[in-house]
T-cell receptor
Framework: RKEVEQDPGPFNVPEGATVAFNCTYS??????FFWYRQDCRKEPKLLMS???SGNEDGRFTAQLNRASQYISLLIRDSKLSDSATYLC???????????FGGGTRVLVKP | EAQVTQNPRYLITVTGKKLTVTCSQN?????MSWYRQDPGLGLRQIYY???????DKGDVPEGYKVSRKEKRNFPLILESPSPNQTSLYFC???????????FGEGSRLTVL
């Protein structure tokens, strides 16, 4: 089983719709969680950290479910510019090891 | 401007010809890391460095070397490149404990 797993997609989303997807992690001792965004052939960039209580940044909402060992990302009112690959990143118990999921591709269409 | 700079951005080389991909950051970050990204496999860590003169293997270190003689630089060395090292390589840096990695723009390497 991979340490961090994501549905590769693609998720085809009509503009203005809501899309949500999850990321599961295998190590229950994992400390921190993040979502990164990667545009085609570009470097990944931090989208948001994921806090235990859940957090929201504009149209983006991230949730953590420690009991079931997954994090989620929800995008409301999808824009064409939201088309990208979303990478789930988990920081391990040792503190400095970051493990990336394979990414979920989202395609927002007019 | 805060940034991580990698060079070269694109390189085509032949098997066995030693090459170095440079990485430099201007944010005074302690932590630096190299990743390779391959279709279906995601980002995999090659080596990382917690600070000057401290380096450790990541998940896929075979065939690579690194050094950290200065805080700002973390070069990736392929002593004898092979075709299975054809990949997109990213260098990244961060402050200890913050979790936010800043990535370079990537270096696309092809080994024939």
């Amino acid at each position: 089983r991979k340490e961090v797993e994501q549905d590769p997609g693609p998720f085809n989303v009509p503009e203005g719709a809501t899309v949500a997807f999850n990321c599961t992690y295998s190590n229950s001792a994992s400390q921190s969680f993040f979502w990164y965004r990667q545009d085609c052939r570009k470097e990944p960039k931090l989208l948001m950290s994921v806090y235990s209580s859940g957090n929201e940044d504009g149209r983006f909402t991230a949730q953590l479910n420690r009991a079931s060992q997954y994090i989620s990302l929800l995008i409301r009112d999808s824009k064409l510019s939201d088309s990208a690959t979303y990478l789930c990143v988990v920081r391990g118990a040792a503190g400095n090891k970051l493990t990336f999921g394979g990414g979920t591709r989202v395609l927002v269409k007019p | 401007e805060a940034q991580v700079t990698q060079n070269p951005r694109y390189l085509i080389t032949v098997t066995g010809k030693k090459l170095t991909v440079t990485c430099s950051q201007n944010m005074n970050h302690e932590y630096m890391s190299w990743y390779r990204q391959d279709p279906g496999l995601g980002l995999r860590q090659i080596y990382y460095s917690m600070n000057v003169e401290v380096t450790d293997k990541g998940d896929v270190p075979e065939g690579y070397k690194v050094s950290r003689k200065e805080k700002r630089n973390f070069p990736l060395i392929l002593e004898s490149p092979s075709p299975n090292q054809t990949s997109l390589y990213f260098c990244a840096s961060s402050n200890q404990g913050t979790g936010e990695l800043f990535f370079g723009e990537g270096s696309r390497l092809t080994v024939l």
